[in-house]
């Protein structure tokens, strides 16, 4: 059964998710709370994010929408949400793109016979270069699973340059880069011995499309393109487990994210 639930967001939450607009996007779903607590709340990712996840769930919080949540252990949020059965997602920059599920089934399926992967996440200037790299490494981690043998080659005012490997060693290269002369958007580029995946994931501020793009002997195929914004895609999905009283695997995938920036040297 479907039902309609009400949404209270912090300030700096609600402009990085855009949260007014993907609501009255969705408004069979959700709309604004007034003066009874609200089902969702939504609560911007800076450092100290999983506590006051845990505490909005233990004062009653159906569900919660963390936007751009930076590295942190979850093993307590974890704990709260599963006692309350508690719907918790993760609005990332490019890590929520609705086009990722087809991403990462791409990638996965070829990554044994990998030779390299490159991937440049490019964001405005004066962006928070730390803030960048946790995005770019959500994005990629998702579709390649945790990574080995993290380490920072450099680091500028203009952006970093970050050196790994996938599971079978092949070497992974993260580029990030502030500039204004471009986009942002993170492109990934995997080649193997006779093909490979290339990913152009765009900014979640609009619903621009993701292009996956699978390459082997027989030629190159499309995948199909999805027009929505990561955010709203992070809605649907909330929407979806809050009605059927599942648990996301968001929390759990994060923690992929966090071991790898733990790791990094």
Do not use: C
Not at 86 to 113: F, H, I, K, T, Y
């Amino acid at each position: 059964m479907s039902h309609k639930y009400t949404v209270e967001a912090a300030p700096e939450a609600q402009v990085a998710g855009a949260v007014a607009l993907v609501v009255a996007s969705l408004p069979e779903s959700f709309g604004p709370a007034t003066e009874a607590q609200a089902h969702v709340h939504v609560i911007a990712g800076r450092p100290g994010w999983t506590a006051e996840a845990a505490t909005a769930i233990d004062d009653g919080a159906r569900g919660i929408v963390v936007v751009n949540p930076a590295p942190e252990n979850t093993d307590s949020l974890s704990a709260a949400a599963g006692r309350s059965n508690a719907a918790v997602v993760l609005d990332q920059r490019w890590a929520s793109n609705p086009a990722m599920p087809a991403a990462e089934d791409a990638v996965r399926s070829l990554a044994g016979r990998a030779a390299m992967l490159d991937t440049v996440a490019t964001a405005p200037a004066g962006t928070n270069s730390g803030e960048l790299l946790a995005d770019h490494l959500a994005a990629v981690v998702r579709v390649t699973g945790p990574l080995g043998k993290l380490r920072t080659v450099g680091h500028r005012d203009t952006g970093y340059t970050v050196s790994a490997t996938l599971a079978n060693g092949a070497p992974v290269a993260l580029q990030g880069v502030l500039t204004d002369a471009r986009p942002a958007a993170l492109q990934l580029s995997m080649l193997t011995d006779d093909g490979g995946v290339d990913l152009t994931l765009p900014e979640p501020s609009a619903a621009w499309p993701a292009t996956v793009k699978v390459t082997d002997p027989h030629g190159e195929l499309l995948l199909p393109t999805l027009y929505e914004s990561a955010h709203r895609a992070t809605w649907r999905r909330l929407k979806e487990h809050l009605d059927a009283g599942t648990v996301p695997s968001d929390l759990r995938r994060f923690a992929e994210l966090t071991e790898s920036v733990s790791n990094l040297t």
